[in-house]
């Protein structure tokens, strides 16, 4: 925008004054990418350099290496910038493998990293703790190595963290069935600093930008996935988006005050299930997801007295959508739609129409509600 405010989810972040860091995913592979580097060249490149899913390029000094026949360890210190994160300044670990022709990339939980002893989250029981996106990122990352020096891509990666174990004790893998240690996580490969304050001034600058040129529809995301899907849907400018991140009560009250004539809440299918139930703050640390309350969501949509027990007893939300889909209750629809009627709560009578649609880790629509 030319002589004008510029607005979306990048010019958000800037205006908080914040200063980004690194998830657990991008220092595993810069540490992946070093350490499979030496194995095929005979040095450890330092810094690594990476390419992240959005196309940055950041470089990452090593803190660790070692070098023996057939094996390499790479180690980097996560900088989580200004964000509060617990992991800020653990060492993460990769130590890469040499496997015979054919076998892939084989992901293994090294000391500090959990591993999954429960349905319901995004990876199978038994597997170690790395998520989808952060394994998709160390492969392609292999595959560049490979490539450049002639490997064949077949590896065993090891992800560790120092203290991980301890560590994990101060977040919800315990809970969730993620023991022993820490999860390697990360869409973007950027940690997006928090502080109430600063965020949700940004959103309130965010509305203010839409508003001013002359955006009719916005739409509150709580993150890059759900921006993406919410564009995909409707084309919207990246003037019209609303990184709300947790704050969704931050959105609906100034969107109250500051009406547009359209909003869109688009986030994962947990998160959305806590405004669903009427918590106006997503955060994990303020607010969980209600089994019960889903439980019950599920019995006005046709669930029986065993599934909706399953349910209320289910490991997480994406865990208790999985058992309603199978069964043909539309769980996804029928929080969306709660949580559009929260939302219109809050407006408390503003003339913006609503709508919410829920996804899921990957992206794909789950539920969604009428627009009202």
């Known amino acids: 925008m030319t002589g004008a405010a510029r607005g979306g989810r990048g010019a958000q972040l800037e205006h908080t004054g914040l200063r980004p860091g690194w998830t657990t995913g991008a220092c595993a592979t810069a540490a992946t990418t070093a350490a499979y580097t030496a194995l095929l060249a005979g040095d450890f490149p330092d ?9 940055q390029t950041p470089s990452f000094a090593l803190a660790a290496e070692e070098l ?26 990769a130590t890469v493998r040499l496997l015979p022709a054919g076998s892939g990339v084989v992901f293994r939980a ?21 998520n989808p996106v952060p394994r998709q990122l160390m492969r392609d990352h292999v595959a560049r190595v490979a490539e450049r020096y002639g490997g064949s891509g077949d590896v065993e990666i090891t992800v560790s963290v120092d203290d991980g174990e301890e560590i994990a004790r101060s977040t919800w893998n315990p809970r969730l069935g993620i023991l022993g240690g ?9 940690v997006v600093p928090y502080s109430c304050s600063a965020w949700i001034d940004s959103i ?18 709580t993150g890059s996935t759900s921006e993406r899907t919410v564009v995909g849907e409707y084309g919207l400018p990246e003037d019209a988006l609303l990184d709300m991140g947790d704050f969704a009560g931050a959105v609906l009250k100034y969107v109250r005050r500051h009406p547009v004539d359209r909003l869109t809440v688009c986030g994962g299918f947990a998160k ?36 909706a027990a399953e349910v209320a007893g289910a490991n997480t939300g994406l865990a208790a959508l999985q058992l309603c889909r199978a069964a043909g209750v539309p769980l996804g629809d029928l929080v969306a739609t709660a949580a559009r009627d929260q939302a219109l709560a809050v407006l408390r009578g503003a003339p913006v129409a609503v709508d919410v649609i ?7 629509v789950v539920g969604r509600s009428g627009i009202a």
Not at 83 to 90: E, K, L
Not at 284 to 296: E, P, Y
């Open 68 to 93: 023996t026949d057939g094996r390499a360890t790479a180690g980097v210190v996560k900088d989580a910038g200004d964000d509060p994160d617990v992991t800020h300044g653990a060492l993460v670990r």
């Open 204 to 221: 309130r600058r965010g509305v203010d930008v839409a508003r001013a040129a002359g955006r009719r529809h916005v739409a509150g995301c």
């Open 272 to 307: 959305l299930s806590k405004l669903a139930a009427g918590h106006l703050d997503l955060h994990s640390a303020r607010s969980q997801v209600d089994k019960a309350f889903l439980a019950g969501l599920a019995r006005r949509g046709g669930a029986d007295a065993a599934l």
């Open 110 to 130: 090294g000391p500090g990293v959990g591993t999954v002893t429960r349905p319901g989250l995004p990876l199978p029981v038994g597997e170690p703790a790395v």
């Open 358 to 364: 829920c996804v899921d880790r990957a992206g794909t």
């Open 47 to 55: 810094p690594v350099t990476i390419t992240l899913p959005r196309g």
């Open 182 to 190: 820490l999860s390697v996580l990360g869409t973007t490969g950027i």
